[in-house]
């Protein structure tokens, strides 16, 4: 068994190796992919029906059409994230998809196939399972975002990317709504940051950002005639959309769907809003390690690297042989950012700390780190400042790890 | 003028009527899903079960199956006296392949006739079906472990190479042609094993997660949009096929809330498959 999992662990592994060498020699000269520069990052926001796969799926319709859109120079600027929103309908409840399972199971003699076909629009949806999905869609409304540490984590990665000049663009599907506009006020330059937003349940868009929802979303129609809340739907699909998805709500079924006046629509809301935000200056830079350091309104916190090669980096040494500290920050709610490129990254470990240096309240620290293709965020309660002392001795957030060489492909961890 | 007039008139009249009386547009059928494509090893049989939704009420219906394939398939029920709008008709699929049948792809329909008779009008649209009739299955593939398959959240596992039987066989069967899908498949079984076993670890989950994440996409990168969005959704009702396996699952995608992940670069999207995508064909 042992023998087993080390071997799907290292498939596992081997599938989130990039490539920082290009393999194809007629682009041998060019800068390898991973360590292109992006100008815009489109993140898909999901809703609470929606599992991390299908997101997947989602991200991967709105890469196809704005590609189908744009000139490839442009497409080749932008970069598709997930920002993967909360999927609990209820307190101390495992997920929105186990309630609506438990709701209509017995109509479907608990084929959990069943269940996942139906989900998918690939066999008709039952009408209790329709109810049921409407019910407990408008169970769910905004104040589940209101101080929820799911959207402190976004807004962190938003505002990292708008501090190394990159505009963020968040298309937000059903309830993810909540959180994309829980979001908007927290980003410090949000005239770089904007929302798209999709069958929205809320009053409003974040930003005053332009909005879809077809008039035949029986969801959306369902939770306006109980709240009231949900904007006016401003588009047709047509009615024939509702023979194969009858609740007329899916973001890949029916709003990103092939040939739909809502893709066409969302798409270009899309390309109007990355054209219409501010291109911010880039504050900070950035590379194929990034870690970016905030805090609230106490005076100085401090980030420090240990490289690989055993150089410490931080205010007091700036440049290590791999990365460089370059912005440091005391004068409250940071940056510090550290960042390593692609031609000067080393195997092994980049241990990343905190300290908190001067202060007169306790503090929290909200790391984010970027490596390859992760992206984690980290929070560290900080009770009190420690000077200098604890230069030497930064509280450790995490660990990055690199494996592999620039011939074969680098492995990136973050724990 | 005035005739012209009011020629233009009834003729917007009755565009108006022909918009507002669609009780008068044909009735039409769909499937789901909307087309069989099925590989059958010669001397067995299996049933499919697809269903069908009529637009409009429908009385006197027969299904009748295309000469092509009469030699081995048959439908069940094949008729109907009634058929109300909007409600699921479920229709099994009996296949049933001779010993001495050649090989072969065998393509067809299966037709929704309004009345009885030999002569009656075929609804639109008829059910897509392809046959592939093989001599045997894929060298290696393990038996089909069954209701047994289902007894643990781990599955069983035989042949010992991380990926369940009955993934492994539906991943061997569905795509006989495509070695890619198959691998982009195998590669995300691989994923989606780890995801469910180890839900309960938050680091455990997201490194599962970014690994589920490459796989589909590179599904996107090797089949057209329609199909890997109906291939990877399909591919989550085999993998999650019990309650047990429900609840692991859900915790595991529970564990990825507010967290990030990046997708591929756009221009670089082949490096999200763990296999070398030019030496595979399909």
């Not at chain 1, 005076?299 to 700036?318: I, K, M, S, T």
């Not at chain 2, 045997?136 to 472990?145: E, V």
Request: one cysteine or more.
């Amino acid at each position: 068994m042992k023998t087993k999992r080390k071997l799907v662990t290292l498939i596992a592994a081997a599938i989130v190796t990039f490539w920082l060498s290009d393999v194809n020699p007629t682009r041998a000269q060019e800068e390898p992919p991973l360590c292109a520069e992006a100008s815009t990052v489109v993140y898909f926001g999901n809703g609470v029906f929606t599992t991390q796969q299908k997101a997947v799926i989602g991200k991967q319709k709105l890469r196809n059409a704005l590609q189908a859109a744009l000139p490839e120079e442009e497409f080749s600027r932008l970069r598709f994230d997930l920002a993967v929103n909360q999927t609990g309908c209820s307190e101390g409840r495992v997920h929105c998809l186990k309630d609506l399972y438990e709701t209509i199971k017995q109509d479907i003699q608990t084929d959990v196939s069943l269940f996942f076909l139906i989900l998918a629009r690939l066999v008709p949806m039952p009408e209790s399972f329709q109810d049921a999905f409407k019910e407990l869609a408008a169970a769910f409304d905004a104040s589940v975002a209101v101080s929820n540490p799911d959207v402190a984590r976004h807004v962190a990665a938003y505002n990292a990317n708008i501090d190394a000049g990159r505009k963020v663009v968040v298309v937000s599907h059903s309830q993810g709504n909540f959180f994309a506009n829980q979001s908007f006020p927290l980003v410090i330059k949000n005239e770089s940051f904007g929302i798209v937003s999709v069958a929205n349940p809320d009053s409003f868009v974040g930003g005053g950002g332009s909005y879809t929802t077809i008039d035949e979303d029986i969801v959306i129609n369902f939770i306006a005639d109980i709240t009231g809340n949900p904007l006016p739907s401003n588009l047709s699909n047509g009615i024939l959309i509702l023979l194969s998805e009858p609740l007329g709500h899916g973001f890949n079924e029916v709003y990103l769907k092939g040939g739909t006046a809502s893709r066409g629509k969302i798409i270009g809301d899309v390309v109007n809003t990355i054209d219409s935000l501010v291109d911010p200056n880039a504050e900070i830079g950035s590379g194929i390690i990034t870690v970016t350091l905030t805090w609230g309104a106490e005076p100085d916190v401090d980030l420090h690297v240990f490289e690989p090669n055993g150089a410490h980096v931080y205010y007091a040494n700036l440049n290590g042989p791999s990365g460089f500290l370059d912005r440091d920050d005391i004068t409250s709610f940071g940056p510090e950012n550290y960042f390593v490129d692609c031609a000067t990254l080393e195997t092994g470990s980049y241990s990343v700390g905190v300290n908190y240096f001067f202060g007169n309240n306790p503090e929290t620290a909200t790391v984010r780190m970027r490596a390859g293709l992760l992206d984690r965020t980290f929070f560290q309660f900080l009770a009190a400042a420690v000077g200098p002392a604890g230069d030497n001795s930064p509280i450790p957030v995490a660990v990055i790890t690199v494996t592999g060489s620039q011939e074969e492909g680098f492995v990136f961890t973050i724990n | 003028m005035k005739r012209w007039t009011a020629l233009a008139l009834a003729g917007f009249i009755m565009a108006l009527i022909v918009i507002a009386v669609p009780a008068q547009a044909k009735p039409k059928i769909i499937w789901q899903p909307k087309k069989i494509s099925d590989e059958v090893i010669r001397g067995t049989s299996r049933t499919i079960t697809v269903t069908f939704e009529a637009s409009a009420r429908l009385e006197h219906l027969t299904v009748r199956v295309v000469p092509e394939l009469q030699a081995f398939l048959t439908v069940a029920p094949s008729s109907f006296v009634e058929v109300t709008s909007g409600i699921p008709v479920s229709i099994d699929l009996l296949i049933n392949v001779p010993s001495e049948t050649p090989t072969g792809v065998y393509d067809g329909t299966v037709q929704v006739r309004s009345g009885m008779g030999q002569n009656s009008p075929t609804l639109a649209r008829p059910l897509p079906i392809e046959i592939t009739v093989v001599a045997s299955l894929p060298d290696g593939l393990p038996p089909d472990p069954g209701d047994e398959g289902k007894q643990t959240l781990e599955g069983i596992d035989s042949d010992q190479d991380g990926i369940r039987d009955d993934v492994q066989r539906f991943i061997a069967l569905e795509f006989p042609d495509s070695e890619a899908t198959r691998s982009a498949l195998t590669q995300y079984a691989l994923a989606f094993q780890e995801a469910l076993i180890d839900a309960d670890s938050k680091e455990a989950s997201l490194t599962h997660a970014t690994a589920v994440m490459r796989a589909i996409e590179c599904i996107f990168v090797i089949r057209t949009e329609e199909d890997a969005e109906d291939i990877a959704e399909e591919f989550v009702s085999v993998v999650v096929n019990t309650e047990e396996r429900l609840d692991a699952y859900l915790t595991h995608d529970r564990q990825l809330g507010g967290e990030i992940f990046p997708g591929a670069i756009p221009g670089d999207e082949e490096s999200s498959c763990a296999f070398d995508l030019s030496s595979q064909a399909g």
